[in-house]
């Protein structure tokens, strides 16, 4: 069988590294898992597609390796589970987890057997006193983990090390547990650190607001609105002169603004490059793009850009030169009238003097905000007990909360409903830790697509969330959305705009002006494009609204902080646009991947960030919890 495994391995085009280790291995599966030689070389290539695919990890041409025979072994596995449980659905594979709850006689907590109907009650912010015990000892947060169960994440060893951090404070080390701090520093940031103003840029859409009735014309408007304002600003700049027609045959280098286009289904590539100008200048049509002359670019389907170049045929216009950032000198915050900001600084902005310096604390965390094999908000839990010793000024929280995609609530294996999750497991914690840290504490919630419990659109209206008491100090943000603390401008957008330019960008050895690192480069490219969501098409899984999308998506001030929640890794980066001339100003921002609070069943990351300033001078630190 050995001989027959190696023939159909050759068959298929793969070498043996480690020959008879590997062949040995392979007959071992056979025999294990019922499998004949041509049926375990199958299994071995969806295997090695799967991780071809992969960003993560490589392997090395068509050579199969002795150390991937673990991983193939986990791939072989699941494929018998998912097998065995296609053939018989009712059937419950049981755990060690399972074990353990029964001689802990947990299934009074976990009843996935009979699933109740949701009810239409709503739980009251207050419903319940604030936990006096907290006081005591500063690590109970109302959680309805039940004190005999031991979680994989309640069971971990590591806790709140540092992963990564720019500009670290004295204190910090990287890979160093963070000390709890004493009485006495407590003391010390409470009197220091005062509240912070807050003050909202661009559209604020309404909870209740009418969407998904978006029209041909509405998409037109959008991505014709979004060329012509990069139009004007390239015409305003005054930097390349009059801008010409790309589908008009030309002998002379002309200039000319377009979005980028992709001819048919698939990925760019230096064939299937299209420029589609503005309605004004060419009736919307498009023409092909010969990148060949460039040595450097990085481009993306819905890249607005202007182009150098010329078309001797009027069918391909061959490019010299691409225009890739738009000009800076834009006046700040143009949508929103001064009337209207007047109003909002007057009922957000506080009379505290201490807030006008450009400083200012927060701690910056993306869902899930618990693990997949429960619903006890443990990492939550964990976080607000850091976030209640460091004492931000700002603590931004990021969706999901209740995750669509968790394996509970997926399959509908809760008594509860969303509503009574979100606002039992998440806002009763948020309200303990703002009433226990005073007025001076502010929180930020930005909702998410996954949320189970919103409104599944994009852009998104904040959480409709009513409690008097806590007006100015539980804020509820769009998604995306802008707003501005102690004068320094934050962006917050939770759908994965990273991950979506990642898989659709085209790049060749990348100039000075854009970053070589591609995490910088996915983060300059909404920088430059002044657009939360670049991307068109968009992904398949982001229900994008065109009626809602100018006044949401698009931004005309740059951020100090733009925070990208992705579930690519984490990273802090200071990113810089602009200054390619002596007329024009550079302009740098902190961009934040803050990475997931919880991973499967494990802990995650956030960050904590003390920007004081201006970006360079920013102190941040990637935790893992």
């Known amino acids: 069988m050995e001989e027959e495994i190696k023939a159909e391995f050759s068959n298929s085009g793969f070498s043996l590294n480690e020959e008879e280790e590997i062949l040995r291995k392979c007959l071992t599966f056979c025999i294990n898992y019922s499998l004949s030689p041509s049926d375990l070389v199958s ?51 049981y755990s060690s987890k399972d074990v353990d709850m029964m001689f802990n006689d947990g299934d009074r907590y976990v009843k996935e057997e009979t699933i109740g109907t949701p009810t239409n009650k709503i739980y009251p912010l207050s419903s319940e006193p604030f936990d006096s015990g907290y006081q005591q000892s500063g690590s109970a947060y109302s959680a309805s983990k039940p004190s005999d169960i031991v979680t994989p994440f309640g069971d971990r060893k590591e806790k709140f090390a540092v992963k990564f951090s720019i500009n670290p404070l004295s204190t910090e080390e990287n890979g160093k547990e963070l000390e709890p701090d004493s009485e006495d520093d407590f003391l010390k940031k409470v009197e220091s650190r005062g509240r912070c103003s807050m003050i909202f840029h661009g559209a604020k859409l309404d909870p209740n607001c009418r969407y998904m009735y978006d029209r041909i014309e509405d998409r037109f408007n959008a991505l014709e609105g979004r060329i012509k304002r990069y139009s004007l600003a390239l015409i305003a700049s005054g930097v390349h002169g009059e801008l010409m027609d790309p ?48 040595s450097q670019f990085s481009l993306f389907p819905g890249q607005v850009i202007g182009i150098e170049g010329n078309n001797p045929s009027g069918h391909c216009l061959i490019a010299s030169n691409i225009i890739d950032s738009n000009p800076l000198s834009v006046p700040a915050d143009v949508n929103l009238p001064s009337a209207k900001r007047q109003a909002l600084e007057k009922e ?33 839990t964990e976080l607000l007990s850091y976030a209640s010793r460091k004492i931000p000024q700002l603590l931004i929280l990021l969706g999901p909360f209740v995750d669509s995609e968790h394996p509970d609530i997926r399959r509908g294996a809760t008594e509860r409903s969303f509503n009574e999750i979100f606002h039992l497991e998440i806002l009763m914690k948020i309200r303990d830790y ?65 991950k979506h330019l990642c898989g659709e960008e085209m790049s060749k050895n990348p100039s000075d002006g854009i970053p070589s690192d591609r995490m910088s480069r996915l983060a300059y490219h909404v920088l430059s494009q002044q657009s939360f969501y670049p991307l068109y098409p968009p992904a398949e899984d982001v229900p994008l609204d065109f009626s809602l999308a100018p006044d949401t998506l698009n931004f005309s001030l740059i951020p100090d902080i733009l925070i990208l929640p992705s579930d690519m890794k984490y990273f802090v980066k200071i990113v810089s646009l602009g200054g390619r001339n002596e007329s024009e100003e550079q302009v740098k921002c902190i961009c934040i991947n803050p990475g997931r609070l919880a991973k499967g069943e494990g802990a995650g990351t956030f960050v904590e960030l003390h920007y004081n300033g201006n970006p360079d001078t920013a102190s941040a630190s990637v935790i893992g919890i």
């Not at 290539?45 to 986990?74: P, W």
């Not at 589908?247 to 001819?263: E, H, R, T």
């Not at 957000?348 to 899930?368: C, H, N, R, T």
């Open 247 to 294: 589908a008009v045959a030309s002998q002379k280098s002309i200039v000319s603004v377009g979005m980028i286009c992709c001819d048919g289904e698939g990925h760019l590539n230096d064939k299937s490059i299209l420029l589609q100008s503005s309605n004004e200048y060419s009736g919307g049509q498009r023409v092909r793009l010969d990148l060949q002359r460039l």
């Open 348 to 380: 957000d902005q506080l009379s505290d003097p201490s807030s006008s310096d450009k400083e200012l604390s927060v701690i910056i965390a993306a869902g899930p905000f618990t693990t997949t094999d429960n619903l006890f908000f443990e990492p939550l």
């Open 43 to 93: 299994s071995w290539e969806v295997y090695y597609l799967n991780r071809r695919v992969s960003a993560i990890v490589q392997l090395n041409e068509s050579t199969v390796h002795n150390a991937e025979m673990d991983g193939f072994l986990l791939h072989l596995q699941n494929e018998v589970k998912e097998s065995i449980i296609n053939e018989e659905p009712n059937l419950h594979v």
């Open 434 to 498: 703002v009433e226990y840290l005073g007025d001076n504490v502010r929180v930020v919630l930005v909702p998410s697509i996954r949320d189970a419990n919103h409104d599944f659109v994009f852009p998104q209206p904040g959480f409709d969330i009513r409690s008097s008491d806590l007006n100015h100090q539980i804020t509820n943000l769009t998604n995306p959305g802008i707003f501005e603390a102690n004068q320094v401008k934050v962006g917050c957008c939770t759908v994965d705009i990273l």
